[in-house]
């Protein structure tokens, strides 16, 4: 196709969090094409079908739909005229193009509606010229502009050929919508790819086809970074039913992101190929971290905890004296384990090298730094690396690491023809990044009123020197800081060779456990409401540091665990039968504001029965899709459920034991409790909620659990046989 | 060996050994990937399909063992009248997340509605405890099911 003349919109993040447009308007002649680019972001067909790209990786957060959905309100066309296409990756023209970190809404949200306003102020201008009139009196409705006092209207398709020869406006003076007007925005919108799914179309990574393509497996060392001295890779090559096997060089340094070591086997069915490792015979040089262990970590963070600190994160007052002074002191030593995100869909990716060129088929959440890896894996420019995204089968952050991508595109080069790698559901839970454990050995003292007056943390964690492994940090405004006269934190590290990473609500999926159950340990102890002595503490509204430099509002916090307190009948709670109880916690992440109550029935043999879920989430003034809203946070809400009562990755010998889902337990539909979950709409910018409703489910329902039985749970997963009567 | 195998009333011959699992075949062999790999253990259900109506995990099911019985899979759920009724309460209700267990999940719940056209929830949990949503969309997967049994109901 010859150079077609294209409008191309910039958006980009600048420093200050402030976003510039550029609009870059190349001068080749327009080539006749049925549908125009209007924008990067927009083409309008002639029958007045809008396509609307969707810049970002689905994983299932509804993005695909949710992105576009803006776009759409601000152009104002009907959702019916709308179709979705998969941006491809081009972070020049579309700004960072990842899903993480709930990032996608606070981000998105203002930027795209001006790209939809700025694509609807070309459509009324292009009509006004057409029309000579002023373009202040024309409207718009649903795909058309109307000329009221002349009666007259041109919908979009007609009106896209001229428009797209306008110049692009400003972003920053178009006009938007006033959002009680809006029609598309803050209606449950269905996610776009349904159809597909309830039909077992071809969606996925996995389901990718290349023509010409073996199918392979990559066997590495079951010790992190351990390298291949020898294997039996010609005996390997003789089996029937396989094309090919060879050693992969690993180029994997401190990073733990780049390719490692491994043997490659390749064949005609992936079956075949899987099936023949057990043929394998490799002889590994593992490396210095054979001997971790999880008990080792545990032995080591307590003897660690005899001492002080390494270092202070932050101390205000005087912990330790106002300790000594305090009427009631609780001490306890909090841990949780590793966890692997078990994605359903285990990691895989398809490559084709050729020529010196590759092309990338890949389910990842971070498709640019992917492209980086690649490119410095198989030592070629950056230009000649292509990344397909594929719609994900879960990520919760661990399609944000793109290790499968360098082994894929190692492999195809390596052995010259496409080829897809698929990892076995072993290799995905023994491959991973982590969710790094912690240790933390917590103080609390209250005063004869059961007042808050004193807390300290000796948190043990990993890494090197002062350097943290990744997600293994904890802030320093973490809750009750700057809310207790005399705090402390302290922190020392162990060192780890096994790779950590984010998880759905990094850190926070951790730490919410370990405060929220403290807290409320203090507050029994204190004879005080859990409800009362939260927001006690919380006391009048104020803005706090945290949120990545965006504030913590106590007040909204407040907000939250009052509506909480209210819609689960938290004051009657008194009523329930024995061993059945409430529990209450509340976290703030990735700027939502979130408080959950659980409730939940132990049995005398230590069952847990989850009965049901309250869930109270501020994340602003809009739900932009109720719909899949309340599936985020559902989901999420059980998804940390399932992680207390059942998940944890063991190291020994430097590898990860546990293999698949009958030892790392995802949460199962019979123990699935209704989740009531409740919006606060307050006046302040719209956030994600992929994550923060994870985090205050697990104390509540460890704090549940207390209420119900007298057991404090200290551990992850929740051990039940301390439950028994 | 070739087996010659019925799938969505369709004769389809594959060139295998006989230890494959149906999965593969109909993934990598028929190029049909509505059926998906999750554990390769029977521990996920995301392989689900139907031998004979009963839902099987096509990971553990040799292709020698199928002979003459019918296989149906996702692929052929818009032509089954249960199974479209599922389809569309799935749409109605926008159950999926990823997506992913979601051909699974319909190929278990086809199979619980035409034994049972009127499931409590013991009977949902009987037969939908083997199948994984790691998205954790079972509130909406339920509903869903029990929406489409409604609609059996009328109908
Ligand atoms: S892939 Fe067959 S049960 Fe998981
Ligand atoms: S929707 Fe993602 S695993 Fe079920």
């Known amino acids: ?725 | 060996m070739a087996y010659t195998i019925k799938i969505n009333g369709v004769n389809r011959t594959v060139e295998v050994d006989g230890d494959m699992p149906l999965l593969w075949v109909l993934r990598d062999e028929l190029d049909m990937k509505g059926s998906k790999f999750g554990c390769g253990a029977g521990l996920c259900g995301a392989c689900t399909v139907h031998v004979d109506g009963v839902a099987v995990r096509g990971c553990q099911t040799p292709i020698s063992s199928v002979g003459n019985a019918a296989v149906s899979t996702i692929e052929g759920m818009a032509a089954d009248p249960v199974g479209r009724r599922l389809q569309e309460a799935w749409l109605a209700l926008d159950v999926p997340q990823c997506g992913y267990c979601q051909a699974g999940q319909i190929m278990s719940a086809t199979a619980l509605l035409r034994q049972t056209p009127h499931p409590n929830d013991a009977d949902i949990d009987a037969a939908m405890t083997g199948n994984v949503c790691r998205c954790c969309s079972y509130t909406r997967i339920r509903a869903a099911i029990k929406m489409a049994a409604g609609a059996g109901a009328k109908s």
């Open chain 1, 1 to 725: 196709m010859s150079a077609s003349r294209r409008t191309f919109l910039k958006v980009s993040a600048a420093a200050g969090g402030a976003f510039m447009l550029r609009a870059t308007l190349p001068g080749a002649a327009r080539a006749e094409a049925s549908a125009e680019p209007l924008t990067a972001f927009v083409r309008i067909a002639p029958d007045g079908v809008v396509t609307i790209l969707s810049k970002n990786p689905e994983v299932g957060q509804g993005i695909r739909t949710m992105l576009p959905m803006v776009i759409a309100e601000e152009l104002d066309v009907a959702w019916s005229q709308v179709r979705i296409e998969q941006a491809p990756l081009d972070e020049a023209k579309f700004g960072r193009q990842y899903a993480g970190g709930s990032q996608a809404t606070p981000m998105n949200y203002d930027p795209l509606r001006r790209v939809g306003a700025a694509g609807r102020q070309m459509l009324v201008t292009a009509a006004a010229a057409t029309w000579m009139v002023p373009a202040a009196e024309c409207r718009t409705e649903s795909g058309v502009v109307y000329h009221d006092k002349t009666g007259r209207k041109l919908g979009y398709g007609a009106l896209a050929s001229k428009a797209s020869k306008l110049p692009v406006p400003n972003l920053s003076g178009v006009t938007l919508k006033d959002p009680k007007t809006f029609k598309i925005i803050g209606q449950p919108i269905h996610g776009v790819e349904n159809p597909k799914i309830v039909t077992g179309q071809k969606l996925f990574g996995i389901d990718t086809v290349v023509p010409g393509m073996l199918h392979a497996v990559f066997q590495k060392c079951p010790v992190f970074g351990g390298k291949v001295v020898s294997a039996n890779v010609d005996a390997i090559k003789k089996l029937p039913g396989i094309h090919d096997a060879f050693i992969v060089r690993g180029q994997r340094g401190p990073d733990q992101q780049s390719l490692a070591d491994g043997v490659a086997i390749l064949a005609k069915s992936w079956w075949i190929a899987n099936r023949v490792r057990e043929k394998l015979d490799i002889v590994w040089d593992e490396g210095p971290t054979a001997a971790q262990s999880t008990k080792g970590f545990a032995e080591q963070a307590v003897a660690l905890s005899q001492a002080a600190p390494a270092s202070w994160l932050r101390r205000d007052g005087d912990a330790p004296g106002a300790l000594k002074d305090a009427a009631h002191v609780v001490e306890a030593a909090y841990s949780y384990p590793f966890l692997s995100h078990i994605d359903l869909e285990p990691q895989n990716c398809t490559a084709h090298f050729q020529n010196g060129k590759v092309e990338l088929w890949a389910p990842t959440q971070n498709p640019g730094p992917g492209q980086k890896l690649v490119a410095a894996t198989l030592g070629i420019p950056e230009s000649d690396v292509t990344v397909n995204m594929t719609r994900i089968g879960g990520g919760f952050g661990r399609r944000l690491r793109n290790d499968f991508m360098a082994e894929a595109a190692a492999i195809s080069k390596q052995a010259g023809v496409p080829v897809k790698l698929l990892w076995n559901r072993a290799d995905d839970m023994r491959h991973d990044f982590y969710r790094p454990a912690g240790f933390h050995f917590l103080k609390g003292g209250l005063d004869d009123k059961g007042s808050l007056v004193a807390l300290s943390d000796h948190f043990v964690t990993f890494g090197q020197g002062s350097k943290l492994a990744d997600a293994a940090l904890m802030e320093v405004t973490e809750f009750p800081a700057a809310l207790v006269p005399n705090l402390a934190f302290g922190q020392s590290v162990m060192e780890l060779g096994v790779p950590t990473g984010p998880l759905r609500a990094p850190r926070s999926n951790a730490l919410a456990f370990v405060f929220q159950s403290f807290i409320d340990e203090l507050a029994h102890q204190g004879g005080r409401d859990p409800v009362e002595f939260r927001l006690a503490i919380l006391g009048e509204p104020k803005v706090l540091p945290g949120g990545n430099g965006r504030g913590f509002d106590t007040g909204r916090m407040s907000g939250v665990l009052r509506k909480v307190a209210e819609v689960s009948d938290w004051a009657n709670r008194g009523s329930l039968p024995a061993r059945t109880a409430k529990g209450v916690a509340f976290y703030f992440s990735h700027l939502g504001y979130f408080a959950e109550v659980v409730q939940t029935t132990v049995s005398a043999k230590g069952e847990i029965k989850l009965d049901h879920v309250w869930v109270v989430g501020d994340v602003g003034s809009q739900i932009i899709n109720p719909s899949g809203a309340e599936n985020q946070v559902q989901g999420a809400a059980l998804d940390g459920l399932g992680a207390a009562l059942g998940q944890g990755i063991t190291i020994e010998r430097g590898r990860v034991i546990e293999a698949n889902f009958d030892t790392v337990r995802p949460l199962r539909t019979d123990q699935v409790p209704p989740v009531e979950v409740h919006f606060l709409t307050t006046d302040h910018p719209p956030t994600g909620l992929g994550e923060p409703a994870l985090p205050p489910v697990i104390p509540a329902l460890c704090n549940a659990i207390f209420a119900a039985t007298g057991k404090r749970i200290r551990g992850l997963p929740i051990d039940t046989d301390l439950l028994k009567v």
